[in-house]
């Protein structure tokens, strides 16, 4: 090589490289090696890691595409409403979703944030009431029924099972049969029940929580 040709090659490297670093190197080395701390007021160790059926959960949120309509961040006061609507104490940050593997962070938001729905509403009666029928817990609901998680069986001769879903009206099973959550449903539930994104003190999550006070108080 030789003349301009050589300039040429060593620009496109070097421009290659530089992207490389800035979104490749840099990346990794800020946001890859986060570890858990010990909470200061409980001794646990947060961000808290997911249990295997939460991570089964979890699977059955992604392949049902609750990310289409759910968003899993809560952004600070400064940009938007999400504390003052409840759906955080603090905007969230990048260690809150460490062991998260894919983090559902979402971008669409026709249904509310999901981020604290385990601390929001952690009972796991309504949950599988609302993903059977959303209508049943939240009349005029846009979010469609997932009623493929549940299926229909006799009653058995003890009665009806314990995990059977307390149907009423129009949406009552038929004579004899009982309506029970699948495995994939309850592994969802034990999921969303698990989502506290927000609820723990992590040195940076408490800075921004001082950023939200100041901006609410600015607010005010
Ligand atoms: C087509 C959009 C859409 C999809 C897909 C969707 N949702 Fe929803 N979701 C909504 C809307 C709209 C609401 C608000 C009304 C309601 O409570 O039903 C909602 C509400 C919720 C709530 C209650 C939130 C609260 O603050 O009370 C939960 C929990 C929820 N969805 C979970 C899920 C899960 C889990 C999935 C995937 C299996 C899912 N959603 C898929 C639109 C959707």
Partial sequence: MKGRFRFIFIGFMLTFLAAWIGLVVLPVWGLGNFKQTPDPKTGEMIPPEFTALEERGRDVYIANGCI????????SARNR????????????VARDYMNHGVAQLGSMRTGPDLSNIGVRNPSETWQLLHL???QITSPGSIMPPFR?????????SDGTSADAINLSGENAPREGMEIVPTEKAKALVAYLQALKLSEYEIPEAAAARIDSKIIDSEIK
């Fill in 148 to 156: 493929y998680l549940f299926t229909e069986q006799p009653i058995g």
């Fill in 68 to 75: 289409y309509c759910h968003t899993q961040q809560v952004h």
């Fill in 132 to 134: 059977y029928d959303p």
């Fill in 81 to 92: 409403t999400d504390i003052v609507r409840g759906w955080g104490k603090r905007r969230t």
